[in-house]
DNA sequence: ATGGTACCCTGAGAGC
DNA sequence: TGCTCTCAGGGTACCA
């Protein structure tokens, strides 16, 4: 399901609900998701209070009043959805539930899914719903982020100063692997999947298929099309982002609505369809890479 | 080191 | 209606 964009935009609809609040319950359905919970992983958020709700990659991070942090990633299909605090318990989150829509526990969702549900102690409940259980959670002691194991060795954050066109060519400098590959791998740029992929190097022009060295000069320096990608990457995230994300199957934001940037898409899910380019009178192509649909214009990346 | 494939799990949609 | 097949936004493990 998501990728940067509609997980950054989870945690826009978290952070108003949990912050400042604690949690009063914490009910595990089942003992894993794609790994098992850590040990006592109830017991540790019960009483907690949430100092705030940040993202890193594709990871939702909720710190905890004393340096703990609860991180969420969601797979494929892991979602969260909010249930409004009862009106005798009107709080913050009440008013942004209000703000919000209309909170309902239905969401379109499967309750079979439901496996871990959050209460806190303003009476406002927090689902995670994930039908493939390819989502998982894990707490990190205070101090131990940069440490922990799904954390460590993640790259850039795309959206960051840390993405340029010097980075990406030091890194890409003698590697033959795809541009696409390249870009898909978290340890260069952490948070990018495959619609945010193939429409960045839509974007910019750039044949998925080119080795990942060609970004660079021999000396490592970064050629023109480097820079006009970190360029493609910052703007097509910034604005799906502003869209609300792209929502294809089944992604929804806390509040159960939908992204609208899929409207915007202009390679991906557009098979057999006219390239969009201006000028340009080529098709759209899906062909696979590393296991996944590349989608692209063969008349105009290059 | 890198590339390719299989796999994790379930649901949706297409085609027959 | 119901079966079978393919595919899916995530990531990892293993093999050549």
Do not use: W
């Amino acid at each position: 399901m998501p990728e940067l964009p509609e997980v950054e935009t989870v945690v826009r609809g978290l952070a108003p609900v949990l912050t400042g609040q604690r949690f009063a319950r914490v009910e595990l359905r089942r003992p894993d998701l794609r790994f098992p919970l850590p040990e006592l992983f109830a017991e540790r958020l019960e009483g907690r209070r949430v100092a705030c709700v940040a993202r890193r990659a594709k990871y939702i991070l909720v710190h905890l009043d004393g340096g703990e942090v609860l991180a969420v990633h969601l797979g494929m299909t892991g979602r969260f959805s909010v249930d409004a605090p009862k009106a005798e318990d009107a709080g913050p989150a009440r008013a942004h539930a209000a703000q919000l829509g209309d909170y309902t526990f239905a969401h379109g969702r499967d309750a079979r899914h439901d496996h871990v549900v959050f209460t806190l102690r303003n009476g406002a409940m927090l689902t995670y719903n994930d039908a493939r259980r390819f989502g998982y959670m894990t707490l990190i002691a205070a101090g131990g982020l940069g440490s922990d194991p799904f954390l460590a060795g993640l790259g850039v954050e795309p959206l960051g100063p840390d993405l340029s066109a010097a980075y990406l060519a030091a890194r890409a400098c003698g590697r033959k692997t795809d541009l696409k590959a390249f870009l898909m791998d978290q340890r260069i740029v952490a948070g990018l999947g495959n619609i945010y992929v193939c429409e960045a190097m839509f974007r910019a022009g750039l044949d998925p298929f080119l080795p990942a060295a060609r970004l660079a000069s021999r000396t490592g320096k970064p050629l023109a099309r480097a820079q006009r990608l970190v360029l493609e990457i910052k703007a097509v995230l910034e604005e799906a982002i502003r869209a609300g994300g792209s929502t294809l199957r089944d992604y929804q934001d806390t509040a159960g609505n939908a992204g609208r940037f899929q409207r915007s898409h202009f390679a991906y899910g557009r098979e057999g369809e006219a390239c969009l380019r201006a000028g340009c009178r080529g098709t759209v192509r899906r062909k696979t890479q590393g296991g996944r649909s590349t989608f692209y214009c063969a008349a105009c990346q290059r």
